[in-house]
């Protein structure tokens, strides 16, 4: 099992909900969280006072999968999270030990 | 034939009331209000109301950061019903009766001797409001004075020593202020020359040099832009100004604040009239024209200079414009009015955009900027547009009962007493207030404090729950 962390820009959400859904991937999680990367922040204007906005607004996406669906999943992100321009964002891998349902007990693939 | 009957009654009664009390009628006549008078007299204190909260708490708590959101709201909030109280205590009696110059009597102390027949004199002859309506109109101003104030040095002082503040300068800035201004006689002293010269003596100290302040442009708003000035000077700068983010949480409210001040301002200006007539039909289309005029000036400078045009901007624009309109809305035209808005949307937003910082005070959300410059180029422009010549209704003579020859030179050095006055007197009161709050509370909350926001620490709630 994987859990796959995806930061992606805020209106492309659905299109992720969507393509991940398609696969089969039956929950995920959102936040929306702020940061900074290779995409520059901008600048706001109040009354002549100038604020640089470093941080930007992204949504982040968790979701768990069986090993078998992470490269599928991986790919449908990509793809359609994709502008091509600076700021599409990053997706993060990585292994999972353990997964539990707390309504049934139930561990491992079966609880995902 | 039922109609004939009534009217041979009314003729009979009407003829013989004539005979009965015809000596009387001279000597006594009981003035009464106008119920059209009254009811607008209502509405338009209802609206200043609004100006004051919801709308200046919400266009200025719009401009703060969300930390401090609760904190603004609540000092205008209380501030205003401080005043409400006070007014009625003893302001409106050193602001409305006959004192010397400078204050009234102590008179009216506790509204002593006002009953629901007692009637205030209106600006034409004969013609009277209900005095508790007057006193309740009045009252607005003196409430949302105090409160323009607060914007000057929003974000880091005490509730505490601004409502000690507040009772300081309400007595000896705004009382004094208004006295001098808007205090005399009424237009029925103004039988002959002579009676009229001795009912001049007895107004105000401004209104016996000739100044022209229709609805506050000294009274209200440089009175208030220079005690923000002062405070500003006095306290210091935020914590992070100028290195840190301090940029308004929430343009949004600040657009509805702006909004519902410039619906209100139409009980300011049109209600300092007193009357519903011809006059206060002109007074709304000046006020509307001059912030609509101010409003295009502001955006359309910010555009060209800045390269965007802001929402806050726009709305900034609005109230330079009403502030500017507010000495002049009873003497200037329709095209003076618009001119008059050209000039102070694009001197305003100089003065918080870049005088500001060339000087280096934070003046938080522009008190001074706004309604302190704004208010000195409205009522030095007064004496431009009241001009005849430039489409102005010149200035009424109620001796001769038309309208008096107009020198706009002469005109323009009494708005320059009435300006260099309301600077130097509210400059000093507001200097020792602040000064003597200082030694008594302090002014200034902690630095940790400040870091945390007012709402938590002072107020111990806050504005949103995400």
Redesign the interface.
């Known amino acids: 099992m994987k859990l796959i962390t995806a930061i992606v820009k805020p209106f492309k959400l659905d299109d992720v909900r969507e393509a991940l859904s398609d696969l089969g991937v039956s929950g995920v999680t959102v936040t929306e969280v702020k940061g900074f990367g290779r995409q520059k922040g901008h600048t706001e204007l109040y009354r002549g006072a100038e604020y640089v906005v470093d941080f930007l607004p992204k949504a982040k996406i968790e979701v768990a999968v069986a090993d078998q669906l992470v490269s599928q999943a991986v790919e449908a992100i990509t793809r359609v999270a994709n502008t091509g321009k600076i700021g599409d964002g990053k997706i993060f891998v990585t292994n999972l030990e353990q997964v539990v349902r707390i309504r049934t007990g139930e561990t491992g693939d079966e609880a995902l | 034939m039922n109609y004939f009957l009534k009217i041979l009654t009314l003729i009979a009664i009407s003829s013989f009331a004539g005979i009965t009390f015809a000596d009387e009628a001279a000597a006594v006549v009981a003035p009464v209000a106008q119920k059209g008078d009254t009811a607008w007299m209502i509405v338009a204190t209802i609206l200043v109301i609004l100006m004051s909260i919801p709308g200046l708490a919400l266009f200025y708590g719009g401009?703060v950061r969300a930390k401090n959101m609760l904190s603004v709201l609540m000092q205008v909030f209380v501030i205003f019903s401080l005043m409400a109280v006070l007014w009625a205590l003893y302001g409106y009696s050193i602001a409305f009766t006959e004192g010397n110059a400078f204050v009234g009597g102590f008179g009216k102390l506790f509204l002593l001797g006002i009953t629901p027949d007692s009637m205030a004199a209106t600006f034409s002859k004969g013609v009277y409001v209900p005095e508790y309506i007057y006193v309740a109109f009045q009252l607005t101003f003196a409430c949302i004075t105090p409160a323009l104030i607060i914007g000057a040095f929003a974000e880091r002082v005490k509730f505490s020593a601004i409502l000690v503040f507040m009772v300081i300068w309400f007595t000896f800035a705004y009382l004094p202020m208004a006295h001098m201004v808007w205090y005399w006689a009424g237009p029925d002293a103004y039988t002959d020359a002579s009676a009229g010269e001795t009912a001049l003596a007895t107004a105000g100290f401004l209104f016996q040099k000739g100044a022209l302040d229709f609805a506050g442009g000294t009274v209200v708003h440089i009175n208030a832009g220079i005690a923000g000035l002062v405070g500003c000077l006095v306290i210091g700068k935020r914590i992070g100004y100028?290195k840190e983010?301090?940029?308004?949480h929430s343009v949004t409210m600040t657009m509805i604040g702006a909004s519902l001040l410039w619906v209100g301002w139409f009980g300011f200006n049109v209600g300092s009239n007193l009357e519903a007539n011809g006059l206060s039909a002109l007074v709304f289309v000046n006020t509307l024209l001059a912030s609509a005029a101010a409003t295009l000036a502001w955006t359309g400078a910010e555009w060209v200079v800045?390269g965007?045009p802001?929402m806050?901007?726009g709305a900034?624009g609005s109230i330079a414009g009403l502030v500017a309109i507010t000495p002049a809305c009873g003497w200037a035209g329709p095209m003076g009015s618009i001119a008059l808005g050209i000039v102070v949307g694009i001197v305003c937003f100089w003065a918080?955009?870049?005088l500001?910082?060339m000087i280096g005070y934070d003046d938080s959300l522009?008190a001074f900027g706004v309604h302190g410059i704004g208010g000195i180029i409205g009522a030095l422009g007064t004496a431009v547009v009241a001009s005849p010549a430039l489409g102005g209704t010149g200035v009424w003579d109620y001796v001769t009962n038309s309208v008096a020859e107009y020198s706009m030179t002469t005109q323009l050095i009494s708005q320059l007493w009435a300006v260099g006055v309301c600077i130097i007197w509210s400059g000093t009161v507001s200097f020792i207030a602040f000064k003597l709050v200082d030694i008594l509370i302090g002014l200034r909350v902690s630095e940790e404090v400040e870091r945390e926001g007012l709402d938590i620490s002072e107020h111990g709630e806050t504005a949103y729950h995400h």
């Open positions: 401009m100028k983010s301090l940029a308004p800045r965007k802001s806050l901007g900034s918080v955009t870049s500001k910082g522009d």
